[in-house]
């Protein structure tokens, strides 16, 4: 659906339910990860771009202390929770309005009571953040509301803030921070040590195909979490040798190599990972930059070898996708994206090679599982931002 569609949507499903026109409208992005997977917990780099799907949240002040929001990817459901109190967790999706109106409260900001009405097309379950999303359009609205002028980094920390400790998730900072600060046509250097953002432009002629898997993540939070774990045993570990490392990316292959025996088997693949792929982040920026798009596309296809092999999220559907990606004419190369186990493959290719992969991965895919992936070009989009 186009983006008019969406933001028409909100506003009428608004005035039909409130009986008066919302007071704004805004849209905050979901992301793929170009590549720097699971590196923004361990205070690495990581190199996403902002999409052309998003949160669509039509919103009016109102003058109770309550919010009232209503869903309407949720068969319409509707959710009313105070606003100059903590408000309780339900478990569902209003956690994420509520675990940012909380960590707003906690920050000392007075927030209005709000009216609104929520829609999306970033797909639920699939690794493009349709969570980061969702908050990150509530705390832009309640910044605007409140004039409390937050700058973006501020916000995407806070609704970070919000999912660690309201919702439950773990997450880093890479999504919410890409969903506030994308900008269209670019991806997006992020240091998650020192919150430093550098654009790139995205080479002329190159798409970003996305293709769904249709396996909705599944037991992601306990992995997740195991893996975070493992990274810091090995960051405890190496600590011993080296009084400066606080995480894995104050670690080099060298360092790593050296200490191999010290470390539990598993543990080491899992510092490898990071630490190899934090040096495949700095070679794709600077790869893109210098159109480089060969050798952007080998450092894509060696880090999604070293998700499968050493940091154990990728799934056989994953792997399909990926491999077949890479068979075909004009691509580049192909990773898995978002955190694993299930979700989309992206892959970089010249816009007149798209047909060709989408044909490919429909026929391998349908062959190996009997069935379809979704396949589409997204394209590099603002972050949030107030549309009407
Ligand atoms: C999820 C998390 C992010 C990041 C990725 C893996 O999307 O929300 O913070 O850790 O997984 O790169």
Same mark, same amino acid.
């Given at each position: 659906?186009?983006?008019?569609?969406?933001?028409?949507?909100?506003?009428?499903?608004?005035?039909?339910?409130?009986?008066?026109?919302?007071?704004?409208?805004?849209?905050?992005?979901?992301?793929?990860?170009?590549?720097?997977?699971?590196?923004?917990?361990?205070?690495?780099?990581?190199?996403?771009?902002?999409?052309?799907?998003?949160?669509?949240?039509?919103?009016?002040?109102?003058?109770?202390?309550?919010?009232?929001?209503?869903?309407?990817?949720?068969?319409?459901?509707?959710?009313?929770?105070?606003?100059?109190?903590?408000?309780?967790?339900?478990?569902?999706?209003?956690?994420?309005?509520?675990?940012?109106?909380?960590?707003?409260?906690?920050?000392?900001?007075?927030?209005?009571?709000?009216?609104?009405?929520?829609?999306?097309?970033?797909?639920?379950?699939?690794?493009?953040?349709?969570?980061?999303?969702?908050?990150?359009?509530?705390?832009?609205?309640?910044?605007?509301?409140?004039?409390?002028?937050?700058?973006?980094s501020d916000l995407a920390l806070l609704c970070q803030k919000a999912?660690?400790?309201?919702?439950?998730?773990?997450?880093?900072?890479?999504?919410?921070?890409?969903?506030?600060?994308?900008?269209?046509?670019?991806?997006?250097?992020?240091?998650?040590?020192?919150?430093?953002?550098?654009?790139?432009?995205?080479?002329?002629?190159?798409?970003?195909?996305?293709?769904?898997?249709?396996?909705?993540?599944?037991?992601?939070?306990?992995?997740?979490?195991?893996?975070?774990?493992?990274?810091?045993?090995?960051?405890?570990?190496?600590?011993?040798?080296?009084?400066?490392?606080?995480?894995?990316?104050?670690?080099?292959?060298?360092?790593?190599?050296?200490?191999?025996?010290?470390?539990?088997?598993?543990?080491?693949? @899992?510092?490898? /990972? *990071?630490?190899?792929?934090?040096?495949?982040?700095?070679?794709?920026? &600077? $790869?893109? %930059? !210098?159109? @480089?798009?060969? /050798? *952007?596309?080998?450092?894509?296809?060696?880090?999604?070898?070293?998700? &499968? $092999?050493? %940091? !154990?999220?990728?799934?056989?559907?994953?792997?399909?996708?990926?491999?077949?990606?890479?068979?075909?004419?004009?691509?580049?190369?192909?990773?898995?994206?978002?955190?694993?186990?299930?979700?989309?493959?992206?892959?970089?290719?010249?816009?007149?090679?798209?047909?060709?992969?989408?044909?490919?991965?429909?026929?391998?895919?349908?062959?190996?599982?009997?069935?379809?992936?979704?396949?589409?070009?997204?394209?590099?989009?603002?972050?949030?931002?107030?549309?009407?």
């Amino acid at each position: 659906m186009s983006e008019h569609t969406l933001q028409k949507k909100v506003t009428d499903a608004f005035q039909a339910r409130f009986q008066q026109p919302p007071a704004m409208v805004v849209r905050a992005p979901g992301r793929v990860n170009l590549i720097g997977e699971h590196t923004d917990y361990n205070d690495g780099f990581v190199l996403p771009v902002a999409v052309d799907r998003a949160a669509w949240l039509a919103v009016a002040p109102r003058d109770d202390g309550w919010a009232t929001v209503r869903a309407l990817d949720m068969r319409n459901d509707e959710k009313t929770f105070p606003v100059d109190r903590t408000p309780s967790s339900g478990g569902g999706w209003s956690d994420y309005p509520q675990g940012v109106a909380w960590a707003m409260l906690e920050r000392g900001m007075t927030l209005t009571g709000i009216n609104g009405v929520l829609t999306s097309d970033v797909p639920v379950g699939a690794g493009m953040s349709s969570s980061a999303a969702v908050e990150v359009a509530f705390a832009y609205a309640w910044d605007q509301i409140g004039e409390f002028g937050m700058k973006l980094s501020d916000l995407a920390l806070l609704c970070q803030k919000a999912e660690n400790q309201y919702v439950g998730v773990n997450c880093g900072i890479m999504d919410q921070m890409i969903s506030a600060c994308g900008r269209a046509g670019h991806a997006m250097m992020l240091d998650t040590r020192t919150m430093e953002r550098a654009y790139f432009p995205m080479p002329q002629g190159i798409a970003v195909v996305v293709a769904d898997s249709m396996v909705r993540r599944q037991l992601t939070g306990s992995e997740y979490n195991v893996r975070r774990a493992q990274c810091e045993q090995a960051v405890s570990v190496l600590k011993e040798h080296y009084p400066d490392i606080t995480a894995l990316r104050d670690v080099t292959p060298e360092q790593l190599d050296q200490h191999r025996s010290d470390l539990p088997e598993v543990v080491h693949r @899992r510092a490898r /990972h *990071v630490v190899t792929e934090n040096n495949r982040v700095l070679q794709v920026a &600077r $790869d893109l %930059y !210098e159109n @480089r798009m060969d /050798h *952007v596309g080998q450092l894509l296809l060696e880090g999604h070898r070293s998700l &499968r $092999d050493d %940091y !154990e999220v990728s799934i056989a559907e994953l792997d399909t996708l990926v491999e077949a990606a890479a068979e075909v004419e004009g691509c580049y190369g192909a990773r898995l994206t978002g955190a694993g186990f299930g979700g989309c493959i992206i892959a970089l290719a010249d816009e007149g090679a798209v047909t060709d992969i989408e044909a490919h991965l429909n026929e391998v895919y349908d062959a190996v599982y009997g069935k379809q992936p979704t396949v589409y070009v997204t394209l590099p989009d603002n972050g949030v931002a107030r549309m009407a």
